[in-house]
């Protein structure tokens, strides 16, 4: 049974950082492609970033380019997402997806995905 488990989210104040985890387990996080998604109150689930499973190309949100990096460790076999100058915006609850081969033009859409975590919480103060 694949399980995905978010870490790292809290409340920090605009211009700081966070680094969330996502640890995995039933699966190797090098064989899917995985991603991070956001959803604030009464909005629907927006991309952030996602790793290809083929080669490694990182993905980005536009919102969050040259703020967050995603990242992987097999050996801990846990994806991370950085993120850095954060703003009020970010606020969200974020997820981590795990994927399998997802196409360069799918891996932006939540429905490409066939794992999610529980999430984790990221509140950003003004």
């Known amino acids: 049974q694949v399980q995905l488990v978010e870490s790292g989210g809290g409340l920090v104040q605009a211009g700081g950082s966070l680094r969330l985890s996502c640890a995995a387990s039933?699966?190797?996080?090098?064989?899917?492609?995985m991603g991070w998604f956001r959803q604030a109150p009464g909005t629907g689930r927006e991309f952030v970033a996602a790793i290809s499973r083929s080669d490694d190309r990182t993905y980005y949100a536009d919102s969050v380019g040259g703020r967050f990096t995603i990242s992987r460790d097999s050996a801990e076999n846990t994806v991370y997402l950085q993120m850095n100058s954060l703003k009020p915006d970010d606020t969200a609850l974020y997820y981590c997806a795990s994927g399998g081969t997802v196409a360069t033009l799918m891996i932006r859409l939540p429905g490409a995905y066939n794992y999610w975590g529980q999430g984790t919480q990221v509140t950003v103060s003004s």
């Open positions: 039933g699966r190797t996080i090098t064989s899917y492609t």
